[in-house]
C-alpha cells in the first residue's frame, strides 16, 4: 500500500484520489473541530453575519459599519488567544457571546463524513485527539450539541496549551498533554497556517481540509494535500 507522503510549502499537490493512505505509519489521529469535523457555516455564520447585527443593534449602527468595526478588532488579537476567547469578546462588545453561542446552537452541526470517519478510525484502534483553537466555552456548546467526544481519546482546547496552533509554541507543549510520536502522527486542518506550525514540528502526515463550510465551494490547499472528503482517506471498501 503506498504511503502519502507531506509536501513542501512550495509544491503545489496533485490530487490523491488514486491513492490510499497506509494507516499502519499511523498511531495517532490529530483532528482539528471547526471546519474540519465541523461545519464552519455556524461559525462564519456568527462571527461574519449574526454577531455584527447584535453589534449594530446595540450600538445604533448600519450592519456594514459595525461589521468593519468587528473586524478590525478581530484582526487586532488575531494569532493570540484573545482571537476565540468567548468571555474576552463578551466583555469587549458587551454582548453575553457565550448565550448568544447557546440561542443559536441548532446550526452546529458535524460535517456529513465526520461520525463515520471517528468510527473507522476507533475501528482500527487509533488514538484520537480533537485540537482545536476555541474556547472551552464554545467547546463545551458544540460537544453538547455533537457528541464528538464518544469517539475520541481527548479534546484539547488552545487555552490548555496556552497557544493557539498557529504558534510554533503549541506543538511542545501539546506533545507533553497528550504524549504523540510527531512522526507517526496524522494531522488534518482548514487552516493552512496551523498545518504550517505542525509540520515545522515534524508532524509525519498532513492534510488540509478544502470543504470546511457547507456553504462554500472547496478551496484547495497550494501548500498541502488538499482532501474534500474525510472519506477520501478510507480505502474503498471502507468508504460509507
Same mark, same amino acid.
Given at each position: 500500500?503506498?504511503?502519502v507522503?507531506s509536501f513542501?510549502?512550495n509544491h503545489r499537490?496533485?490530487?490523491?484520489? $488514486?491513492?490510499?493512505?497506509?494507516?499502519d505509519?499511523?498511531?495517532?489521529?490529530?483532528? =482539528?473541530?471547526d471546519?474540519?469535523l465541523l =461545519?464552519? $457555516?455556524f461559525?462564519n455564520?456568527f462571527?461574519?453575519e449574526?454577531?455584527?447585527?447584535?453589534?449594530?443593534?446595540?450600538?445604533g449602527?448600519?450592519v456594514?459599519?459595525?461589521?468593519?468595526r468587528?473586524?478590525?478588532?478581530?484582526r487586532?488579537?488575531?494569532?493570540?488567544?484573545n482571537w476565540?476567547?468567548l468571555?474576552?469578546?463578551s466583555?469587549?462588545l458587551?454582548?453575553d457571546?457565550?448565550?448568544?453561542?447557546?440561542?443559536?446552537e441548532?446550526?452546529?452541526?458535524c460535517?456529513?463524513? +465526520?461520525?463515520?470517519?471517528? &468510527?473507522h478510525?476507533r +475501528?482500527?484502534?487509533?488514538r484520537? $485527539?480533537v485540537?482545536t483553537?476555541a $474556547?472551552?466555552a464554545g467547546?463545551?456548546i458544540?460537544?453538547? &450539541?455533537?457528541?464528538i467526544?464518544? !469517539?475520541? =481519546?481527548?479534546?484539547?482546547n488552545?487555552f490548555e496549551?496556552?497557544?493557539?496552533k498557529?504558534r510554533p509554541? !503549541?506543538?511542545?507543549?501539546c506533545q507533553?498533554l497528550i504524549?504523540?510520536?510527531?512522526?507517526?502522527s496524522? !494531522?488534518?486542518d482548514d =487552516?493552512e497556517?496551523?498545518l504550517a +506550525?505542525?509540520q515545522q514540528? *515534524?508532524i *509525519?502526515y498532513?492534510?488540509?481540509?478544502s470543504k470546511?463550510?457547507?456553504?462554500?465551494?472547496a478551496?484547495?490547499?497550494?501548500?498541502?494535500?488538499s482532501i474534500?472528503?474525510?472519506?477520501a482517506l478510507?480505502a474503498? *471498501?471502507?468508504r460509507?
Amino acid at each position: 500500500m503506498p504511503r502519502v507522503y507531506s509536501f513542501p510549502m512550495n509544491h503545489r499537490p496533485s490530487a490523491i484520489s $488514486h491513492q490510499l493512505f497506509d494507516w499502519d505509519q499511523v498511531d495517532d489521529v490529530l483532528l =482539528d473541530m471547526d471546519g474540519t469535523l465541523l =461545519d464552519r $457555516h455556524f461559525d462564519n455564520f456568527f462571527f461574519e453575519e449574526e454577531l455584527p447585527r447584535r453589534y449594530a443593534a446595540k450600538h445604533g449602527l448600519a450592519v456594514e459599519e459595525a461589521s468593519e468595526r468587528l473586524l478590525t478588532m478581530y484582526r487586532a488579537v488575531e494569532g493570540e488567544l484573545n482571537w476565540t476567547d468567548l468571555h474576552y469578546w463578551s466583555k469587549t462588545l458587551e454582548i453575553d457571546v457565550v448565550a448568544l453561542n447557546k440561542e443559536l446552537e441548532h446550526l452546529i452541526t458535524c460535517h456529513p463524513d +465526520a461520525v463515520e470517519f471517528l &468510527r473507522h478510525l476507533r +475501528a482500527r484502534g487509533k488514538r484520537v $485527539h480533537v485540537l482545536t483553537n476555541a $474556547h472551552a466555552a464554545g467547546v463545551e456548546i458544540k460537544i453538547a &450539541r455533537t457528541r464528538i467526544d464518544r !469517539y475520541v =481519546d481527548r479534546i484539547v482546547n488552545a487555552f490548555e496549551v496556552g497557544h493557539l496552533k498557529t504558534r510554533p509554541e !503549541y506543538w511542545p507543549t501539546c506533545q507533553r498533554l497528550i504524549g504523540f510520536d510527531p512522526s507517526r502522527s496524522l !494531522y488534518i486542518d482548514d =487552516d493552512e497556517a496551523c498545518l504550517a +506550525a505542525a509540520q515545522q514540528y *515534524g508532524i *509525519g502526515y498532513l492534510y488540509h481540509r478544502s470543504k470546511s463550510s457547507s456553504r462554500l465551494p472547496a478551496q484547495p490547499s497550494s501548500r498541502y494535500v488538499s482532501i474534500e472528503s474525510l472519506n477520501a482517506l478510507l480505502a474503498p *471498501g471502507d468508504r460509507p
